[in-house]
C-alpha cells in the first residue's frame, strides 16, 4: 500500500518567494495534518483537517501559511512570502478514525 | 495546555543490551492515547507503540515494551536486546481530545538514541 506520499522531498528557494508544499494522503483515511519539526521547538502540529474540513488551525504561526484540502486525497501548504525562519522540515500525516497517524517523509524546505 | 516531557535529550546503549527511555505528560483528558514514534537519519517518523490509556496492561511490540504508569502520568520505552537500525530520535507523544469525536497528538521534544556496537 502506498503510504502518505508528500512533494517535493526538498524545496530551497530565496526569501520572499511563494513555498507551496503538497500531500497526498492514504487513501480511506478522513484526518490529515501538517507539522513542523524544528531543532528549536521540536514538531508542532500546524493545521489539522477532519474529512476535509480544517478543524483546528491554531498552529498556523502567520497569516503568511495558509492550507487547503479541496478533497480527500490531496492538500497544500502555503508560504506565502517566505521567510529564513520558516526554514524547517514539515510533514504530512493522516489518519483514519481512531488509528494511529502515519507520516510522510517530509519536505526540508530551506529559505535563503 | 498539555505537555509532554522527555527528560533525556541523549542516550546510547551497547548492542544487545536494554535501554530505557522515560517519558511524563500532563493531561486532564479521561481517556487518551500514548505514543512511541521513531524517526531514525531517513527524516521518516515512524510508529513503535501504541498504548490506550483504559488499558491497564502494558503494550508490547516484539523488543519494544513500555511501562505505563497512569497515576504518576509516565509512560517509558523499553529496547530489548537493541540494534544498530535501533539509532534514531525517539518521540513520546500524547493525544488530546479536539472535538468532533477525533483528537490529536502533543510530542515531546524526542530522544537521540545510539546503538554502539
Known amino acids: 500500500d502506498a503510504g502518505v506520499i508528500q512533494s517535493p522531498r526538498h524545496e530551497v528557494t530565496e526569501m520572499g518567494q511563494e513555498v507551496t508544499l503538497r500531500c497526498k494522503p492514504i487513501s480511506g483515511h478522513n484526518s490529515l495534518f501538517w507539522y513542523r519539526q524544528t531543532m528549536m521547538r521540536g514538531l508542532e502540529l500546524l493545521i489539522y483537517f477532519n474529512n476535509n474540513v480544517p478543524i483546528d488551525d491554531s498552529g498556523m504561526p502567520e497569516d503568511r501559511f495558509s492550507a487547503k484540502m479541496p478533497n480527500a486525497s490531496f492538500s497544500t501548504l502555503k508560504i506565502q512570502p517566505s521567510e529564513p525562519r520558516d526554514s524547517a522540515v514539515y510533514f504530512c500525516a493522516s489518519r483514519k478514525d481512531f488509528q494511529p497517524q502515519h507520516f510522510g517523509d517530509g519536505t526540508r524546505l530551506s529559505i535563503l | 495546555a498539555q505537555t509532554v516531557t522527555q527528560s533525556q535529550p541523549e542516550m546510547s546503549v551497547q548492542e544487545a543490551e536494554t535501554v530505557t527511555l522515560s517519558c511524563t505528560y500532563d493531561?486532564?483528558?479521561?481517556?487518551?492515547?500514548l505514543f512511541w514514534y521513531k524517526q531514525p537519519p531517513s527524516r521518516q517518523m515512524i510508529l513503535v507503540i501504541r498504548?490506550?490509556?483504559?488499558?491497564?496492561q502494558n503494550a508490547t511490540e516484539n523488543r519494544f515494551s513500555v511501562n505505563f504508569q497512569k497515576a504518576a502520568k509516565s509512560f517509558s520505552l523499553k529496547i530489548s536486546d537493541s540494534q544498530l537500525g535501533d539509532t534514531a530520535m525517539y518521540f513520546c507523544?500524547?493525544?488530546?481530545?479536539?472535538?468532533?469525536?477525533?483528537?490529536?497528538?502533543?510530542f515531546g521534544k524526542g530522544t537521540k538514541l545510539s546503538v554502539i556496537p
Open positions: 507523544a500524547s493525544s488530546r481530545d479536539s472535538g468532533a469525536g477525533s483528537y490529536q497528538l502533543t
Open positions: 493531561t486532564s483528558e479521561n481517556n487518551y492515547y
Open positions: 498504548q490506550e490509556a483504559y488499558k491497564q
